[in-house]
Each structure stands twice: as structure tokens, then as C-alpha cells.
């Protein structure tokens, strides 16, 4: 036990991570794990709402836990687990279905968004919300470091306990979400939020090559040099913002005196983004000549999670009436 305060976040594994995870949530990851008692999951039952191969499920899973680590996670620090290694998630996300309406969960972006596009919606995507809290709510944490787009999410796991603890009696403790502002969205290269659904991402672990591509294809409007731009609306002076530090200033007064043109921005962006993704990149090649390892580090992050998650079931199924103790 310990006074830290706790907090719990993780990642879908369902491809490469981008810069947005990275700026979004887990840089963040990073720099909370001394200051709080942390776990981070790696979410692959999310993953199976879209994913649906099993060989690819278990590559991004690995995958998922060596960016982690490359980032520079401790696991002597902190848990890194699966999801699925604390079967409690879907055992309490089915408790939280029985106390939770369906008009609710149709209140959910990611439910509404589908529906707009006419997609086909499964069970399991609209039931998202309530997985979400389980994987939340059975950890008790005081804070859930998350990027903008989950916001909805916290707040329905926050709902989802009050609404337990009301009926049940007090037994999960209300999380606050914690959004850095100025990465809460970051935007992808087509402007909109960056997004692997999207496919206009930038992904953090990119080879040199893909990196520079990926930046050469930002878009832009069609000022040339000589002309004046506006950082203010530019997606590309925001991506800046995150990765040129000292020469923002200069940047700022150039874009807007026209003596900058978008090639050579982009030219110091990638410049600027290598500089900080290669040393990832490098740790994270080495960290693949040691798969064992990364196996064992989730074998025991999975243990101690799930050591948490089963005292915290055992008291919510006694409260619920599922034990006969
Ligand atoms: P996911 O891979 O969708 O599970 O997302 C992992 C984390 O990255 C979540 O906390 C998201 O909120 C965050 N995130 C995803 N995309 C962005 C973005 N474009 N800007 C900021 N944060 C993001």
C-alpha cells in the first residue's frame, strides 16, 4: 500500500501508435508514473469490438506493451497488464449493464458517429462505455490521464459509479479525468482529429522515410513563400507547437511575415519530430530482441492487476447479491 495517489489509463491495441496517442495521453503516462501508484492496460477486448484476427490482435498487443516501454514506462514502477488477463473487466461490465439503459448509452459520440455513417454498430461497440468503466471503476484511481476524445467515456464511468453506489451502497470511488489542454486533440495531417480511423496519422514509431512522407503530405492552403499565414489556423504551425520548442517564436513571426514557405516548415518539422521519436524508435528496436522479457513483464503486471481487480469483485458481488457469502 501507499499514500500516491492512483490512476489507470491505457491504449487499444488495434495499430500503430501516432503522435496524437503519444502527445495526448502517453507522454503524460510517463511523466505521472513517480508521482502515482499506475497501471496502464493494454485494452485488446476493446480491440476485438473491430478487430477481428487473432494473430493480428496478439501482434498489436505485444506491440502495444513494447511502446510502453519505449516510451520509457518502468515496470518496476509501474502495472502494465492486458485487459484480458483480469477477467473481472467483463464480469462487472455485465452488473454495470444490468443498472444501465440503453437511451443512456445512445447518448455515447462513438455510438452516434457509427450511426451517422450508417455503420453496422455490434453489441460490443455500444456497450463500449460500460467496459470502459468497469476497466476504470475496479481499479479505484483519482485520476484517468486521457486524451479529449475519452472525456465522454470518464464521465460515463463516473455516472456508472454513483449510480452503483446509490443502489448498492458506496463502493467505487469517482475518478477525475485529466486532459493536458493543449494536446487534448491533436490534429492529424489532413487537419481533423489525428486518428487511426481516420488514416491520417503520423505514426510515432515511423522509419525516417515514413516520417518525412507523412509530413510532406500535411495540408496546407495554397500560400506560397513571399505571402503571409496564419499560424492561428494553421494545422501545421500546431504541430509545431508540440515538437519545434525554441524556434516556435521565430516560426510564429516568419509565418506571418511570409518569409517562411510550407516546404521549409515542414523541412524543420520533421527535423524537429525525429529528433524526439528516434531515440523512442531505438529503444523500442532493441526492446524487440527481448520478447521474453516483454512477455514476463505482462505475465506479472497481469498478476498484480488482477490481484487488485478480484478484492474489489468479491466486494461488489456480495454487494450485488451474486455471493452467498
Ligand atoms: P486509443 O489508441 O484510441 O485507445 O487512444 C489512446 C489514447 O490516446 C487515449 O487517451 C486517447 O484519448 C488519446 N488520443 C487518441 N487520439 C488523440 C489525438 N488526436 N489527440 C490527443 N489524444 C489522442
Known amino acids: 500500500m501507499t499514500d500516491k495517489k492512483r490512476l489507470l489509463s491505457g491504449v487499444k491495441p488495434t495499430g500503430r501508435p501516432h503522435i496524437g496517442n503519444y502527445l495526448g495521453a502517453m507522454k503524460q503516462f510517463v511523466n505521472l508514473e513517480d508521482s502515482h501508484e499506475s497501471f496502464f492496460m493494454i485494452a485488446n477486448y476493446h480491440a476485438l469490438t473491430t478487430l477481428h484476427n487473432s494473430d493480428e490482435l496478439k501482434e498489436n498487443t505485444i506491440d502495444v506493451a513494447l511502446d510502453y516501454l519505449a516510451i520509457g514506462l518502468d515496470p518496476e514502477k509501474s502495472v502494465i497488464f492486458m485487459q484480458s488477463q483480469v477477467p473481472e473487466h467483463t464480469e462487472l461490465a455485465w452488473i454495470f449493464n444490468c443498472i444501465t439503459t440503453m ?75 485529466q486532459i493536458q489542454e493543449e494536446v487534448a486533440v491533436v490534429p492529424g495531417i489532413d487537419g481533423q482529429k489525428m486518428s487511426k480511423s481516420y488514416n491520417n496519422t503520423i505514426s510515432l514509431f515511423a522509419s525516417d522515410d515514413e516520417l518525412r512522407s507523412s509530413v510532406m503530405n500535411i495540408v496546407t492552403d495554397s500560400k506560397g513563400e513571399g505571402e503571409s499565414k496564419d499560424p492561428e489556423t494553421s494545422n501545421l504551425f500546431t504541430l509545431h507547437k508540440h515538437f519545434s520548442g525554441d524556434k516556435l517564436q521565430d516560426l510564429e513571426k516568419r509565418y506571418r511575415d511570409g518569409s517562411i514557405g510550407y516546404k521549409e516548415s515542414k523541412e524543420i518539422l520533421y527535423e524537429d519530430i525525429k529528433s524526439i521519436v528516434a531515440p523512442l524508435r531505438e529503444r523500442r528496436e532493441n526492446l524487440k530482441n527481448d520478447i521474453g522479457s516483454v512477455h514476463s513483464i505482462l505475465k506479472n503486471g497481469g498478476e498484480k492487476a488482477r490481484e487488485y481487480a478480484s478484492k474489489k469483485m468479491d466486494e461488489v458481488r456480495k454487494k450485488v447479491g451474486v455471493s452467498l457469502e
Open 103 to 177: 437511451p443512456y448509452l445512445m447518448r455515447a459520440h462513438a455510438f452516434k458517429d457509427a450511426e451517422a455513417k450508417n455503420k453496422e454498430v455490434s453489441v460490443g461497440t455500444f456497450d463500449y462505455p460500460m467496459l470502459m468503466a468497469t476497466d476504470i471503476l475496479i481499479y479505484d484511481p483519482d485520476i484517468v490521464p486521457v486524451g479529449q476524445d475519452q472525456k465522454q467515456h470518464v464521465e460515463f464511468a463516473r455516472d456508472t459509479a454513483s449510480k452503483f453506489n446509490r443502489i448498492f451502497g458506496e463502493t467505487f470511488k469517482l475518478p477525475e479525468v
